[in-house]
């Protein structure tokens, strides 16, 4: 018994499972890669950071004024840390999450030189994950003018890029409405070449 059952809890069923996810869900079975030139460059599914490289003079970390941000993450130090995915866990009293917020809010604000009254709470926020890679509409489109503006595009086609990428609530009902900002990222990067 131990041996039919290897043969087929062990073999047999994961070979079937593997076979119908790429016939039927290829892109999603092959985690959901984002590809630049052939190669991949990045999973649709994870969010990650970008930021400026570090440079003499220039603090390490510093958002990247040319890329759509993603929303804070608590997972890891650094945050998007796959093998730290998680919350903080800090409650709505919790002091040093009032602080964080307000900071963010500061911070995001001056950024994206906006009022600090018009800056989303998921750009305030951490997801449950820490990993999440899509940003609220409203977000997305409060950063148009910061990143045409550095990168000298002109603002009307970054917001249309934008639209082309909110995705609308799952099955019609469920959840927000939401953009993904690495495959946004991937388009902003080809958008002087159309």
Same mark, same amino acid.
């Given at each position: 018994m131990l041996l039919v059952f290897t043969v087929i809890t062990g073999i047999a069923y994961p070979l079937v499972v593997t076979g119908i996810a790429q016939a039927?869900? #290829?892109h999603q079975a092959n985690g959901s890669l984002v590809k630049d030139g052939g !190669? #991949?460059? @990045?999973?649709s599914l994870i969010g990650q950071r970008f930021n400026l490289p570090s440079q003499k003079g220039q603090p390490s970390g510093s958002p990247d004024p040319k890329w759509f941000q993603p929303r804070p993450s608590a997972a !890891?130090? @650094?945050g998007y840390d796959p093998k730290s995915s998680g919350a903080s866990n800090l409650g #709505? =009293? =919790? @002091?040093g999450l009032v602080k964080a917020v307000r900071d963010r809010r500061t911070a995001v604000a001056a950024f994206d030189r906006v009022p600090p009254s018009s800056v989303p709470p998921d750009a305030l926020t951490a997801s449950g994950s820490g990993l999440d890679p899509d940003i609220s509409p409203a977000y997305a489109y409060e950063q148009v003018n910061r990143v045409a503006k550095a990168r000298s595009l002109d603002p009307a086609a970054v917001r249309k890029?934008? @639209?082309e990428h909110v995705q609308g609530r799952t099955l019609g009902f469920l959840g927000q409405g939401r953009v993904n900002v690495i495959v946004l990222n991937h388009d902003l990067a080809a958008l002087k070449r159309r």
């Amino acid at each position: 018994m131990l041996l039919v059952f290897t043969v087929i809890t062990g073999i047999a069923y994961p070979l079937v499972v593997t076979g119908i996810a790429q016939a039927v869900f #290829p892109h999603q079975a092959n985690g959901s890669l984002v590809k630049d030139g052939g !190669g #991949p460059v @990045a999973s649709s599914l994870i969010g990650q950071r970008f930021n400026l490289p570090s440079q003499k003079g220039q603090p390490s970390g510093s958002p990247d004024p040319k890329w759509f941000q993603p929303r804070p993450s608590a997972a !890891g130090p @650094a945050g998007y840390d796959p093998k730290s995915s998680g919350a903080s866990n800090l409650g #709505p =009293n =919790n @002091a040093g999450l009032v602080k964080a917020v307000r900071d963010r809010r500061t911070a995001v604000a001056a950024f994206d030189r906006v009022p600090p009254s018009s800056v989303p709470p998921d750009a305030l926020t951490a997801s449950g994950s820490g990993l999440d890679p899509d940003i609220s509409p409203a977000y997305a489109y409060e950063q148009v003018n910061r990143v045409a503006k550095a990168r000298s595009l002109d603002p009307a086609a970054v917001r249309k890029l934008v @639209a082309e990428h909110v995705q609308g609530r799952t099955l019609g009902f469920l959840g927000q409405g939401r953009v993904n900002v690495i495959v946004l990222n991937h388009d902003l990067a080809a958008l002087k070449r159309r």
